[in-house]
């Protein structure tokens, strides 16, 4: 994150006020943030190396900072580069052992995840799981559920699934599930399909993802349009082989072939 310090607020929790300028990797919620900085408990840095009116770049919650549900930066290793007319300083990589300097656009364009346009192709069986690793930093996975599998996006190091805002959250089948019924040609034949759809999502399944995901918890239109913007998919199931129905008339699925596309990263 590049943002400008705005003030000081000291007491037995010192926090600085951030304004933030631009996100580089992760999401944030607002372009304002309050960061717990150093107070004798925690490997935080002490907040008076940080002025008000300077620019840096921070990298939140790292190891130690032990942000609460907020904001903290760690000092257990060094997660911030001073931001002073265009140029960003200090040990920038991780062999350095001496400040260095670089041009901010130069490290912003190094830090953001790489676009991304790629197709791929795949093929598994019940039980399976299929990974494929996109633009440096992402996965994705179909991951095995009871009567098929859920498509999962997930960012090097994260438990998140970055796809699980797709929607429609409520009321009919999301495209992220691959369910055996789905490939009926009567879906009513099972008795436990979500929701009593009359049929399963469409083919090709359109998904959307962005690693803003792990920060929303009330998603609002504008942050789905904001997910959206960074990441698209869309799944073609190009074969399919179910089992047989079970007492419930729901078939799983026995074996998918499938072409998935992916675009975005900015």
Not at 4 to 10: D, F, G, T, V
Not at 147 to 176: C, K, S, Y
Not at 219 to 240: K, M, N, S
């Amino acid at each position: 994150m590049h943002g400008r310090i705005l003030r000081h607020h000291a007491g037995p929790e010192a926090k600085m006020s951030v304004q933030v300028l631009d996100t580089l990797q992760g999401g944030l919620l607002d372009s304002g943030l309050l960061v717990a900085m150093g107070d004798g408990m925690h490997c935080r840095p002490p907040m008076t190396d940080f002025p008000p009116g300077t620019e840096w770049l921070l990298a939140l919650n790292g190891p130690g900072a032990k942000p609460g549900q907020g904001w903290a930066l760690s000092h257990c290793g060094e997660y911030w580069l001073r931001v002073d007319h265009g140029m960003a300083s200090g040990k920038i990589f991780a062999d350095a052992t001496d400040s260095q300097r670089l041009p901010l656009a130069e490290l912003k364009k190094r830090l953001r995840p790489p676009a991304f346009d790629l197709r791929i192709r795949g093929h598994l069986r019940a039980g399976e799981t299929f990974r494929q690793r996109f633009g440096g930093r992402f996965e994705f996975r179909l991951e095995p559920r009871p009567h098929g599998w859920e498509i999962v996006i997930r960012e090097h190091g994260q438990e998140d699934n970055l796809a699980r805002l797709t929607p429609p959250w409520h009321f009919m089948p999301n495209p992220r599930d691959i369910e055996g019924w789905h490939f009926l040609a009567d879906p009513q034949r099972c008795t436990t399909r979500d929701y009593g759809a009359e049929a399963g999502p469409e083919n090709p399944r359109r998904f959307i993802f962005s690693p803003k995901v792990a920060t929303v918890r009330a998603p609002t239109a504008a942050d789905i349009a904001d997910i959206e913007r960074f990441g698209r998919g869309a799944l073609r199931v190009e074969q399919v082989e179910l089992t047989e129905p079970d007492a419930a008339g729901c078939p799983s699925i026995r074996a998918l072939g499938f072409t998935v596309h992916l675009v975005g990263g900015r």
